[in-house]
């Protein structure tokens, strides 16, 4: 359909909570499913990454997060994270809200989510490592929560044009 402009830090709607998506919604969120996969593709094709998108990210405050990962698409709409692991990994994290910015922070290295497809079935998948990550990044963005409020400590901040430097840090 589109591509949209991505609200970026700073955008007080970033933080607002998303609603639910009902069923009757469901030829909408086709419409802004077209969007988010156009806005991640020009995303990546200036920046180089981005595996996934929330619609809150668009200014759509609804709860859906668009995945497109080796050519596969996969639609999360009312996502709920369970399950979340004691165990943790350290990632610098990136935001297409922020692109030029890297946030070092915590994440669960494994968890299951719940969610929706566009038949309105349940579906249900463990994650874990950087899809754990990805996941409850664009999760975040649901409940209106940015990398940068994660950030482990006030030096967790790093330009990205600095990351071949942050192997040492």
């Known amino acids: 359909m589109a591509v949209r402009q991505i609200l970026l ?16 919604e469901l030829d909408d969120v086709r419409g802004v499913l077209s969007d988010l996969h156009d806005t991640l593709m020009k995303f990546r094709s200036q920046y180089g990454v981005g595996r996934a998108i ?4 668009i200014g759509v405050m609804k709860r859906l997060i668009y995945m497109y990962i080796d050519d596969v698409s996969t ?3 009312n996502p709920e994270l369970l399950d979340l692991s004691q165990d943790m990994i350290e990632v610098w994290d990136d935001c297409m809200c922020f692109p030029d910015l890297l946030v070092k922070l915590m994440r669960h290295n494994s968890c299951r989510i719940q969610f929706r497809n ?5 579906e249900v998948i463990m994650v874990e490592g950087d899809l754990s990550e990805l996941l409850q990044h ?5 409940d209106g929560i940015l990398a940068v409020s994660r950030a482990i400590d006030g030096r967790s901040f790093s330009l990205r ?3 071949d430097s942050l192997d040492n840090v």
Do not use: C, M, T
């Open 161 to 163: 044009s600095q990351k």
């Open 54 to 57: 929330a619609a809150p990210q």
């Open 118 to 122: 566009l038949d309105w079935e349940e």
């Open 138 to 142: 664009e999760y975040d963005h649901l």
């Open 9 to 24: 830090l700073g955008n007080p709607q970033l933080y607002e909570i998303s609603e639910l998506v009902r069923p009757e």
């Open 75 to 77: 639609v999360f709409i």
